[in-house]
């Protein structure tokens, strides 16, 4: 069974870019996962952010993010990141990877059996 972790959050100003990675805890690959990005501000719903399928090649975004974040397979690393550029501060949240064994590039977060325990991205105005 995967156990998801997700690293690479932090402070950065507006305009900034962060990387945050997504991986299983034993260093095994995600190769057999289609795997989602949400976040959660404080006081808000958790939200799609980003999805990627199995092949890497077929990805899905919110609007709110879309030009602007960028999630990948890294099969070097054994990761799925998410690149994001030109950050704001209401992408200020918690951000989470999950994971569906096979399947798509999945928005809903209903259809995600696995979950990292969320990487916290601040953006200072």
């Known amino acids: 069974q995967v156990q998801l972790i997700e690293s690479g959050g932090g402070l950065v100003q507006t305009g900034g870019s962060l990387r945050v990675s997504c991986a299983d805890s034993s260093g095994r690959p995600l190769v057999t996962y289609s795997v989602g990005w949400f976040r959660q501000a404080p006081g808000k719903e958790r939200e799609f952010i980003a999805s990627?399928?199995?092949?890497?090649?077929?990805?899905r975004y919110a609007d709110s993010v879309k030009g602007r974040f960028t999630i990948s397979r890294q099969n070097a690393k054994n990761t799925v990141d998410l690149q994001m550029n030109s950050l704001k501060p209401e992408d200020t949240a918690v951000y989470y990877c999950?994971?569906?064994?096979?399947?798509?590039?999945?928005?809903?977060?209903?259809?995600?059996?696995?979950w990292g325990p969320g990487t916290q991205v601040t953006v200072s105005s």
């Open positions: 999950a994971g569906v064994l096979f399947g798509g590039a999945q928005i809903s977060s209903s259809l995600y059996s696995y």
């Open positions: 990627i399928d199995l092949s890497g090649r077929n990805t």
